[in-house]
């Protein structure tokens, strides 16, 4: 069984309802596939009505607020992240990290993170068909899937490891007194 991954608030700015109606699309092509989503908030009752709305209960589940979250990355085959509105993600980071091949929506500073086709797919906000079109894409190409994980991990060490973020805010606190 592959397994798509997201983790995040079950909040509205994280656009899982998107997540859920790409999975409609992506579970009837691939009967071997299920989503997993991480984390709680006030839109988890909504979707997991949703879920059962769109006939794919059975392939989602909801784990709520879980503290082993490297454990949990571990088993997933994708991350996807489908914010309609976003920061900079540590979630997103954390799944590079975790050599995840990793789908994300074009929100907030993911741009800067994910360049398109090199280190993982871009797609737009509020795009379902989009998310879809991106995970069958993954699910279809393991080789080009592996490519964005191995490119994911190599960003994520050489520009956002906990020394290279120290360094930057270090350089920034010594601008700043100068």
Known sequence: NRVIGAVGGL???????YLL?????????YKDVSFLFVG??????SLI????????????????RREDIPE??????IYALSSIKEGLPM?????????????ATRVGSVPNVIQDGQN??????????????????????????????QAGYDTVRA????EIMCKKYMDLYQLSFT
């Open 11 to 17: 909040k509205i700015e994280k656009g899982f309802l």
């Open 21 to 29: 109606k790409a999975a409609k699309g992506v579970t009837a092509l």
């Open 40 to 45: 709680n908030g006030d839109l988890k009752e």
């Open 49 to 64: 009505q949703q879920s059962s709305a769109l006939g794919i209960a059975e392939k989602v589940v909801f784990a709520g």
């Open 72 to 77: 949990l990355l571990s088993i997933m085959d």
């Open 91 to 103: 979630a997103l980071l954390e799944a590079m990290a975790a050599k995840k091949p990793v789908i």
């Open 120 to 149: 993982g797919l871009l797609i737009a906000k509020a795009d379902a068909m989009a998310l879809q079109t991106a995970i069958c894409r993954l699910l279809e190409n393991p080789t080009e899937a592996h490519r964005f994980a």
């Open 159 to 162: 520009f956002y490891s906990s």
